[in-house]
């Protein structure tokens, strides 16, 4: 590994490991949604969070560490908001196409970057990010049908996902971000697993779902998570945040590839735009904040 690392050159080793990463997200969503007619949105949410969470706080063993309440409180809302993105980006993915999907949720950070900033610049790749959502949305008949509900809790995703980068930063403020990550995830589970049972029942104790169960929890939050800490640690966050931007491309990729999700030529070019104000807003930013494991 050492030769490997030399011969490419570790900046172009990161690169890779960011790569691998997004890979790895959405090869996990594309697994995940095959749960789906088994145990439902709800259910395999439920599943991914258990497992990952387990994954985690034996790697993390969080217990070691001694929280103030404030810190306990940041974790625990961190954890929500984690929770939450999760459901109902899955929830999404069960009406609407990985790539749009994701797009739409994309629009959650890019939106917190945008509010960050009074660049007059920025101003151009919000009006690109709108025109791109505006073109995903079926309001012409050039747009392939969506489910508006679909849409509804992509948005929701969005959303949620901007509350984790804003309540992420401020826990790993005061508490390291392993520990933040095992007990954000581990409330995560405790909050969705309930309703996860509530929909699927029975069905979820099925042993035949255990592989699948471990396989998402593994390729959607471990792996990556991991990985994208390495890469953090030898790539400035500017260039982290404009390798993150390409993700709802890659996923409309996945989309097509593994589930066999066909776009129209519409629904690319508005997939480009959001991809294309993400890395404008990235590049133009002075500091880029970054919380690994973002993706659902």
Same mark, same amino acid.
Not at 25 to 39: D, E, M, T
Not at 117 to 125: G, P
Not at 133 to 150: F, N
Not at 167 to 179: N, W
């Given at each position: 590994?050492?030769?490997?690392?030399?011969?490419?050159?570790?900046? &172009?080793? @990161?690169?890779?490991?960011?790569?691998?990463?997004?890979?790895?997200?959405?090869?996990?969503?594309?697994?995940?949604?095959?749960?789906?007619?088994? =145990?439902?949105?709800?259910?395999?949410?439920?599943?991914?969070?258990?497992?990952?969470?387990?994954?985690?706080?034996?790697?993390?063993?969080? !217990?070691?560490?001694?929280?103030?309440?404030? $810190?306990?409180?940041?974790?625990?809302?961190?954890?929500?908001?984690?929770?939450?993105?999760?459901?109902?980006?899955?929830?999404?993915? $069960?009406?609407?196409?990985?790539?749009?999907?994701?797009?739409?949720?994309?629009?959650?950070?890019?939106?917190?970057?945008?509010? /960050?900033?009074?660049?007059?610049?920025?101003? =151009?790749?919000?009006?690109?990010?709108?025109?791109?959502?505006?073109?995903?949305?079926?309001?012409?008949? &050039?747009?392939?049908?969506?489910?508006?509900?679909?849409?509804?809790?992509?948005?929701?995703?969005?959303?949620? !996902?901007?509350?984790?980068?804003?309540?992420?930063?401020?826990?790993?403020?005061?508490?390291?971000?392993?520990?933040?990550?095992?007990?954000?995830?581990? &409330? @995560?589970?405790?909050?969705?697993?309930?309703?996860?049972?509530?929909?699927?029942?029975?069905?979820?104790?099925?042993?035949?779902?255990?592989?699948?169960?471990?396989? =998402?929890?593994?390729?959607?939050?471990?792996?990556?998570? /991991?990985? $994208?800490?390495?890469?953090?640690?030898?790539?400035?966050?500017?260039?982290?945040?404009?390798?993150?931007?390409? $993700?709802?491309?890659?996923?409309?990729?996945?989309?097509?590839?593994?589930?066999?999700?066909?776009?129209? !030529? =519409?629904?690319?070019?508005?997939?480009?735009?959001?991809?294309?104000? /993400?890395?404008?807003?990235?590049?133009?930013?002075?500091?880029?904040?970054?919380?690994?494991?973002?993706?659902?």
């Amino acid at each position: 590994m050492s030769r490997f690392r030399t011969a490419m050159g570790p900046v &172009t080793v @990161a690169v890779l490991t960011v790569l691998i990463a997004m890979c790895s997200i959405q090869v996990g969503a594309s697994l995940a949604k095959r749960l789906f007619p088994l =145990v439902g949105a709800q259910g395999t949410t439920a599943l991914r969070l258990l497992f990952a969470a387990l994954i985690l706080l034996a790697v993390g063993r969080p !217990w070691r560490k001694r929280l103030s309440r404030a $810190e306990v409180r940041s974790v625990l809302v961190y954890g929500a908001a984690l929770g939450v993105m999760n459901l109902t980006f899955y929830l999404a993915l $069960e009406r609407i196409p990985l790539g749009i999907a994701v797009a739409i949720e994309f629009t959650g950070p890019l939106g917190v970057a945008l509010l /960050s900033t009074r660049k007059a610049v920025d101003f =151009v790749w919000a009006l690109l990010a709108i025109v791109g959502v505006v073109l995903i949305l079926p309001l012409t008949g &050039t747009s392939q049908a969506l489910d508006w509900i679909g849409v509804g809790w992509a948005l929701a995703a969005g959303t949620c !996902w901007a509350l984790y980068i804003l309540f992420g930063q401020k826990a790993v403020a005061s508490v390291h971000g392993g520990t933040v990550t095992s007990l954000g995830m581990a &409330t @995560a589970a405790l909050l969705v697993v309930p309703f996860g049972v509530a929909h699927a029942g029975t069905a979820l104790l099925d042993v035949s779902l255990l592989p699948f169960a471990l396989g =998402v929890a593994v390729l959607s939050s471990a792996l990556p998570y /991991s990985l $994208e800490m390495i890469a953090l640690k030898r790539l400035p966050t500017r260039t982290f945040g404009i390798l993150m931007s390409v $993700e709802p491309a890659l996923a409309a990729l996945s989309g097509l590839l593994l589930l066999d999700e066909r776009l129209t !030529w =519409v629904q690319w070019t508005a997939i480009g735009c959001i991809v294309l104000a /993400s890395v404008g807003s990235s590049a133009s930013s002075k500091k880029v904040e970054v919380t690994p494991e973002a993706v659902p």
